[in-house]
């Protein structure tokens, strides 16, 4: 219940970016009391900072997902790098997986290059960094071009019917943000199908993610933190929500 709450005030102040004390408890229906120690525990993560009579979002008020693939593909680079290669560690020779669009998965291809593997995929960035390893065999799915996410888009459900088809061990999964109330979450709705199927499919999914998308809400859910196996991260979320992670059963692994 506190973990919620925590999350909910977090995402109402960065919405607003400014707020009083006394806003908050009208808003949440708490005390004074409660709101100065759900803040401290924000404080502590960096979301927030304290001012005179009220708090401010740390967090620019738009959502990071929705930027052009080439500007998120820069913004932590070396954290997003060793995320990947800590990642590929659970990749073997033979396996067939599914890599999610997204700037930080992409990178695995640097660190499986040397592996015979099938990888089921959506991610343009990753094909095109794979086309010199032969020994990567790439399996993609019809749709859309969108240069903005170098990623291929359905109309419908057919890539994720097509991807059904298919039998991997493992998924590497992206996303926009991470809560214990609404799991992990997309901001690309034309995505999101593909990726509730692969986390269906998969026999063991990684969730590589770095610490800014802990306790962020953006538009669609696609899975549960009950359905991932292990969060690859730069940072740990604060210890309320890393025990509740824990509690669903995920590993959470820090680099």
């Known amino acids: 219940m506190k973990i919620k709450r925590i999350e909910q005030e977090e995402a109402y102040i960065q919405k607003a970016q400014n707020v009083t004390i006394e806003e908050l408890c009208e808003k949440f229906g708490v005390s004074k009391n409660t709101i100065r120690r759900d803040l401290i525990e924000l404080e502590k993560k960096g979301s927030i900072v304290k001012n005179y009579g009220g708090v401010s979002s740390t967090i620019q008020n738009y959502d990071v997902g929705m930027l052009p693939f080439n500007t998120r593909g820069h913004l932590m680079l070396e954290e997003k790098k060793r995320i990947a290669e800590r990642a590929a560690e659970f990749i073997n020779d033979g396996d067939y997986i599914f890599v999610d669009s997204g700037s930080t998965v992409c990178n695995l291809v640097d660190y499986i290059k040397n592996l015979n593997v099938t990888v ?77 199927t692969a986390v269906n499919r998969a026999q063991e999914v990684y969730l590589l993610v770095d610490h800014t998308k802990f306790g962020k809400v953006t538009i669609k859910s696609y899975g549960s933190l009950e359905q991932i196996d292990t969060i690859i991260t730069n940072q740990p979320p604060s210890d309320d929500m890393m025990e509740s992670i824990r509690q669903c059963g995920c590993e959470i692994i820090v680099v």
């Open 120 to 196: 089921l995929t959506n991610n343009l960035d990753f094909i095109i960094r794979a086309l010199q390893y032969p020994n990567i065999q790439i399996i993609t799915f019809s749709g859309i071009l969108n240069r903005d996410y170098y990623s291929f888009t359905s109309i419908d459900e057919r890539s994720a019917e097509i991807l059904s088809s298919y039998n991997f061990t493992k998924a590497f999964m992206a996303a926009t943000g991470v809560t214990v109330q609404y799991g992990v979450m997309n901001s690309l709705l034309s995505d999101n199908e593909l990726k509730v």
